[in-house]
């Protein structure tokens, strides 16, 4: 005998007319009890009407974007008996259910699964979809398992690639999203940018002369995929000024004596740092980060400022923190015991993070502009080349100053050109007028 189970709309509360987003049976397929067969999608929620029974899809009832109401109708499924875990543990086959006969007597019964409460209160809380979502060629292909396993980690499947038969998205897919969400390797935002280039060009080098493998080091490695994300998922431009610092390499040659007797050197850095905390308090908004779903800007009252150092094993950026608080001696001084550790290999995690904005300065080797990779989730960065003697024109005749390059990188998401230029320029004039910091 076969029962012809009706299963119906459950309880939805107190929704009417609500869409259903997906179909994930067909007519004929074999279901087990508790597998989802349609989603429905109400102003607050997702969720899934399950079987109540194991057995074949003999009518499907609905389709998407049909709208639906308690009560109505699903689907029509022809139930099958049990079978016991000793006869599947045996490879016995399921029999297949009998085909009704017009002979066979057959029942109907009307089944709303009343156990769909607790069926939601097992399940994670559903989520709303976004329309996009639920558009049958944007939505991604995968069984309701695999989307209940993603809404668990909090994975949007739409980012996720199947690699099962038709793009289907299998368990691994969703690991190895997460995973690489996690080292970074794929942009985690909303929005986020699967780029699908070309993979670069294989190529035997050894056919051309030869060669020599040097592994990269652990910090290349992890440097190296947070820089290449910067880049990849921020808009930089970099925005280049000058800076007439002849006043100001005066003052510092005439103190560093001072600081070398207190063993260390006073550069050019320490006097960066501090006009780039001026200029951060004049323009706010590059004191900034972006909030996770890119709707607000967290900004900072604090003035946190990283270095980039560069160290045998790789670039690091330790933080000198509450740099608005301290003068150059103590910038000086906590800048050589920094990148002293850098280069030791010896900087704690904790003294990698909390930055406000970087200085990338490649002033001690030379250069005259460089593009500096903003450090997420900063907003700019300022790179710092060598100064050298450029003749200016003061009006009447030209006149040796000494000038110092500087190249802000900043996120156009978050910062305008006019912004950046104005930050440049008053960053500069700090310098030119170094008297009027607080040093
Ligand atoms: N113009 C001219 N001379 C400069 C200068 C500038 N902009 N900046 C520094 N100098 C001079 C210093 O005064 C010092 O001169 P003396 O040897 O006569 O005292 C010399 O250059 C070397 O300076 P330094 O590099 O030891 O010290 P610093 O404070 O300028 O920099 C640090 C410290 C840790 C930032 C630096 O050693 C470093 O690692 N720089 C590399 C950063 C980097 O790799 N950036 C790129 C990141 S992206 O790959």
Redesign the pocket.
């Known amino acids: 005998m076969t029962t012809h189970i009706e299963v119906t709309v459950p309880d939805i509360g107190d929704f009417g007319d609500v869409p259903v987003i997906e179909v994930l049976v067909a007519k004929g397929d074999t279901v087990e009890a508790e597998q989802s067969l349609v989603t429905l999608e109400s102003d607050k929620a997702t969720m899934e009407v399950p079987s109540p029974v194991a057995g074949v899809i003999a009518e499907l009832r609905v389709q998407l974007d049909d709208t639906v109401s308690e009560g109505d109708v699903i689907a029509v499924i022809d139930a099958v008996a049990q079978v016991s875990d000793s006869e599947q543990v045996a490879g016995t086959s399921k029999p297949a259910p009998p085909e009704p006969s017009p002979a066979a007597k057959s029942t109907v019964a009307a089944v709303t699964p009343t156990a769909q409460p607790d069926t939601c209160a097992r399940q994670s809380p559903p989520v709303p979809m976004d329309a996009k979502a639920a558009l049958p060629s944007s939505t991604p292909y995968a069984s309701p398992a695999i989307r209940r396993f993603a809404r668990e980690l909090g994975t949007d499947l739409s980012r996720v690639k199947g690699s099962a038969r038709g793009g289907r998205i299998i368990r691994e897919d969703v690991t190895a999203f997460v995973k690489s969400v996690m080292t970074g390797s794929t942009a985690s935002s909303k929005g986020g940018l699967d780029f699908d280039l070309p993979p670069p060009p294989k190529v035997d080098f050894s056919r051309y002369g030869e060669t020599e493998l040097q592994p990269l080091t652990r910090i290349q490695k992890i440097s190296g995929a947070y820089?290449h994300r910067n880049w990849l998922s921020i808009p930089h431009v970099t925005q280049n000024d000058l800076a007439d610092i002849t006043g100001m390499e005066a003052f510092?040659k005439a103190n560093?004596d001072k600081a070398k007797e207190q063993g260390f050197?006073?550069?050019?850095?320490?006097f960066?740092i501090k006009a780039a905390v001026a200029a951060l308090k004049a323009f706010p908004i590059f004191n900034a980060s972006l909030d996770q779903q890119r709707e607000n800007l967290v900004l900072k009252k604090f003035f946190h400022i990283g270095?980039?150092?560069?160290?045998p094993n790789g670039?690091v950026v330790p933080v000198l923190r509450d740099c608005d608080q301290k003068d150059i001696f103590q910038l000086?001084a906590e800048?050589?015991e920094l990148?002293q550790k850098?280069r030791d290999g010896k900087l704690m995690p904790t003294e990698m993070q909390g930055g406000c904005f970087s200085?990338?300065?490649?002033?001690?080797?030379g250069g005259t502009s460089?593009t500096?990779?903003i450090n997420a989730p900063e907003v700019a960065i300022l790179?710092?080349?060598?100064?050298?003697i450029r003749p200016q024109w003061d009006g009447e005749s030209f006149q040796p100053r000494m000038m110092?390059?500087l190249s802000l990188s900043y996120d156009h998401r978050v910062i305008d050109g006019a912004n950046a230029a104005r930050f440049a320029r008053y960053l500069a004039s700090c310098l030119e007028d170094f008297k009027s910091m607080d040093l």
Request: zero cysteines; glycine letters at 8%.
């Open positions: 820089l510092r560093a050197k006073l550069t050019p850095l320490v960066m270095i980039a150092v560069d160290t670039l000086a800048l050589a990148s850098a200085i990338s300065s490649l002033g001690g080797i460089f500096p990779i790179g710092v080349s060598r100064s050298s110092l390059p």
